[in-house]
């Protein structure tokens, strides 16, 4: 009897071509704008990710301790709390750092960078600018590509090794100091020690904080300078997964001792706000489509109510209650579909359209920096987008249907003649 249920459905559909089209759109508006603002939101989610993963160590092992080490008098004595306890003289830091990298290197899948921070002031034609001082060796950040090669204004990395004491700073602190690519300033250690470094290298990362705030010298010379020598205070992971960060960090704190911080533990608070704006995402998308099945439930409602007589007369002829429940709720699926093909189109539309939208952002560059919207092509996006308008349409016939079903065909006739 299912292919008559179907005729049937269709056959009500059409007569009302009308209300059958606006529920059609209905649908399909609220599918289309769907799928596009998830490809939005999830394209901007994946971009920012990206950048999280792509601009910082995946794990970043320091020169600290998670916890503080427990003095005697506190295993000696139960009354006994010490905090904020300093040595005499705190110079931190790495003070093994070929056995830790020996110990790692056994294990740690992808590259190793390992680095000394220093702060610092630059001097130069009478400006003093503050700066955060890497200390590195040139061949591991050219494999990490920690600063890409194309944002490199002038020189690179490699640069340092070209002899003497040399630095590479960001363009904007070049600009600040009035210096340039073979500039030669003065570099203050937070020891005190002053030394003239040459600029080298120049690199614009389009982040503020870097390009006017950090520079990179030699290891050796990092080392120097703040007195510490064969001495580090940071190592770096690149993993070819980064969702291993955390199971490699807590092993490689378990294994050395020192703090090891995973990209996912650096940005948990960030983390946990993009899964509550896919939890909001997805409630105005559910709402969008669930104003969509009112729609549906008014014209099936009306449909019962206008096709009562009919109703009557198929269940006198032998049609049952699950069979008219079927039927109406079959006509609801048929909106649902045709609303669903629409929607996809329109999402796919939308998208494209979206997708060639271009940005020119001039800054203190030569050239201006053209970037697009974020957007992310997934099937799921259609997926999601079609089963919830079905679902949504089928409790949209469902509940007319119950009560269709539930008439009584002799009440009905009798009425009507």
Known sequence: MTPLILELAITHILGRGRQTWIAVLSVGLG???????????????????????????????????????????????????ISGLRPLEDRRGMLNPEEIRAQLSAWVP??????????????????????????IEPEQEAEVESIK???????????LLSGGNNIVIGDRLADKLGADHGT????????????????????????????????YVLLKKAQILSERPNV???????????????????RAESQIGYKSVSWQEANESLLEALVIRNVIMYTVVGTILLVAGFGIYNIISTLTHEKARDIAILK??????????RLFVLEGMIFGVGGSVLGWLLGFGLCVALSMVRFELSGDVVAQEITRLPLAWSIWHYVIAGGFAMFSAAVAGYLPARKAARLNPVAIIRGAS
């Open 31 to 81: 599918v289309g704008f769907s799928i596009a603002m998830a490809a939005l939101m999830q394209g901007g989610e994946d971009d920012l990710i990206d950048q999280l993963v792509n601009d910082m160590p995946h794990v970043e092992i320091s020169d600290e301790q998670r916890d503080a080490r427990r003095q005697p008098a506190e295993d000696r004595f139960d009354a006994a709390q």
């Open 110 to 135: 992808g590259e190793m960078v390992w680095r000394l921070q220093t702060q610092g002031v630059v001097r130069y034609a009478g400006r003093d600018e503050g700066i955060s001082l890497y200390g």
């Open 149 to 159: 090669s194309e944002d490199f204004v002038h020189g690179d990395f490699n640069s």
């Open 184 to 215: 030669t300033l003065s570099l203050v250690s937070s020891t005190g020690q002053t030394r003239a470094f040459k600029i080298t290298g120049i690199f614009h990362t389009g982040t503020t904080a870097r390009d006017e705030g950090e520079g």
């Open 232 to 250: 580090i205070n940071s190592i770096r992971l690149y993993l070819p997964d980064p969702d291993m960060a955390p199971s490699v960090a807590a």
């Open 316 to 325: 006198s002829l032998g049609f049952t209650e699950p069979d008219m429940r």
